[in-house]
């Protein structure tokens, strides 16, 4: 497949929030090839103001949580603003993955992840994917190491707006596929509106 070139992340920050839901992270790490399908987005409008952006839309911002671990953004078209990949649903090299995630774990050989559980939440992804700080900065549509590709396309009616997790604002900036396994956190009240359409 053909990496998405410019004009695809050149976008409004919740419109590349939505268009990258279904699209295809890749991956890859020591001659192997990682791929989750994108299921879960979260839009910060000019909150990502500490990342560099040194290539514009399509720029890789990725950040350190609780001093171990890290979060991966997508920076969209406006200036200081990105979108935070959630989840992903793995497709390909799950087996590293799941190696991947447990290089952490003081008790490595005996977690056992399901399919569903290994790229279910920001910080999950990147380990599964082995993203880190050193993947700051990075352009999306020229780097050879990780870029993201076409997948399969996400309706409206398939799709759940819902508030961004852990960040106090009524905003619907988070949204994702509905009914799918991997998102990290369902909004039943969300999910019930969108049923009642």
């Known amino acids: 497949m053909v990496p998405k070139g410019k004009d695809f992340f050149d976008q409004p920050c ?5 268009s990258l839901l279904g699209k295809v992270l890749v991956r890859k790490v020591g001659g192997e090839t ?16 500490k990342f560099r952006n040194s290539h514009g839309p399509g720029t890789t911002f990725v950040y350190r949580i609780y001093g171990m671990y890290s979060c991966f953004n997508i920076s969209s078209q406006e200036s200081g603003s990105c979108v935070l990949i959630r989840s992903l649903e793995p497709l390909e090299g799950l087996h590293t993955m799941r190696t991947n995630r447990r290089k952490l774990l003081k008790t490595a050989q005996t977690k056992n992840y399901k399919n569903k559980d290994l790229c279910s939440g ?16 990075s352009d999306l549509v020229e780097d050879e190491n990780i870029w993201v590709e076409d997948g399969e396309e996400v309706e409206e009616d398939k799709m759940i707006v819902s508030t961004r997790v852990g960040v106090k604002s009524d ?3 988070r949204f994702y596929v509905f009914a ?12 019930e509106n969108f049923l009642n359409k």
């Open 14 to 18: 919740l419109v590349l929030a939505k």
């Open 34 to 49: 990682l791929k989750g399908r994108i299921v879960e987005t979260e839009s910060y409008i000019t909150g990502c103001r």
């Open 122 to 137: 920001p910080s999950k992804l990147c380990l599964a994917l082995d993203i880190t700080k050193a993947d700051d900065d």
């Open 171 to 173: 905003l619907p900036y």
């Open 180 to 191: 799918n396994p991997n998102v990290s956190a369902k909004d039943k009240v969300a999910e």
